[in-house]
């Protein structure tokens, strides 16, 4: 007999949106700063700061992909319900997946060939995306 | 997302410097020196691009420590606060296929349990170290050998190959019964690169010894 997906069911996907959404916003910024530093020093080759940053363009995607996924089941109502009396509303999860969306399609296609190049898309992404809302310094 | 990744687990990221392609897997928030439960980290996104992270911490919480700087991969540890405890850190690989894995599992301060097991997913592929290293600074490899220094490690651990048929790497560090200790965890598809620093020369390219 299956266990039916209750209310804490529901609260625990709500929290695993929580994390993944705001520990992306918190990766976005952290790993745009490690690839400056590395970028200004030149202290790795262009070529592997590359290609880690198209490995993240795609991690990033993965990421953001979820929340399309569970908004696709017949559960979704009832976590957006769950938000909602929180003194939420459903535009709020576009409008923390838009430019989280518009960092991570951006990522792969930028130019990325001199160092030059990948301060300038670090800087882009830092930017746009602000550090998390932190009661403790991050 | 891309091999090979090297995941050093210490407290903060600023206690050393990383050697490429590794990742800190700090304390939450950094230089935090127990991870509760509520801060299981799973996802976080790599600077190689990889994602991973705590997925579960036991109700008792993972202790993180930097220890000595001057080894970047054996600078730290995370362990099990107690030896009941079974937590697990996932990350999820660009393929499956043979990866080839190597661990440090131990303390550079203190004896340290070592038990840490590798799943697919939720299928045991063995478990890598076990029982105690028998003094400070000793490290058990992939293969469950004492390395009897940071430079025994450096130079002798040996890898595990091991094949994935799922694209979820997960280490429980702890059984339940006995603790465990991660120290460094390395994952690279069998045949990558070598896992350390390769010094070029001229016309000469050394290697580790693990590798030859």
Redesign the interface.
């Known amino acids: 007999m299956a266990v039916p997906v209750t209310q804490v069911g529901i609260l625990r996907a709500l929290l695993q949106i929580e994390?993944?959404l705001t520990?992306?916003q918190r990766?976005?910024r952290?790993?745009a700063q490690?690839?400056r530093t590395a970028a200004l020093a030149q202290s790795?080759p262009i070529v592997?700061l590359a290609?880690?940053?198209?490995?993240?363009?795609?991690?990033?995607q993965?990421?953001l992909g979820w929340l399309p996924t569970i908004q696709a089941t017949p559960e979704w109502s009832r976590i957006a319900a769950l938000y909602v009396t929180m003194g939420g509303t459903g535009q709020e999860f576009a409008d923390m997946m838009t430019p989280l969306s518009a960092v991570a399609d951006q990522l792969g296609p930028v130019a990325k060939t001199t160092y030059a190049e990948i301060i300038a898309a670090c800087d882009q992404i830092i930017a746009a995306i602000n550090a998390p809302l932190?009661l403790?310094?991050? | 997302m891309a091999l090979p990744q090297g995941i050093a687990f210490r407290a903060s990221n600023a206690f050393v410097t990383d050697i490429a392609p590794d990742f800190c897997e700090n304390g939450v928030p950094d230089a935090d020196t127990q991870i509760d439960t509520g801060e299981a980290d799973y996802p976080t996104t790599s600077a190689q691009g990889n994602n991973l992270g705590w997925e579960t911490v036991d109700v008792d919480g993972v202790q993180c420590r930097n220890r000595n700087n001057s080894n970047a991969r054996l600078s730290g540890m995370h362990q099990c606060t107690n030896a009941n405890d079974v937590n697990i850190f996932r990350m999820d690989l660009p393929s499956t296929g043979a990866k080839t894995v190597r661990l440090a599992s131990g303390d550079f301060n203190y004896g340290a349990d070592a038990y840490v097991e590798l799943f697919d997913t939720s299928s045991s592929l063995g478990i890598l170290s076990s029982g105690t290293t028998s003094a400070a600074a000793k490290w058990k490899d992939a293969t469950n050998v004492e390395r009897t220094s940071a430079a025994d490690w450096v130079s002798n651990n040996a890898s595990a190959s091991k094949v994935f048929t799922t694209t979820i790497l997960r280490l429980n560090m702890g059984s339940g019964s006995v603790g465990g200790t991660l120290s460094f965890f390395h994952v690279e598809d069998s045949g990558g690169a070598p896992p350390g620093p390769t010094i070029y020369t001229d016309n000469l390219v050394l290697m580790p010894q693990a590798m030859l």
């Open positions: 994390r993944n520990g992306l990766d976005m952290n790993n490690t690839w790795t592997t290609s880690n940053m198209n490995s993240a363009a795609t991690a990033y993965t990421r932190s403790w310094p991050e």
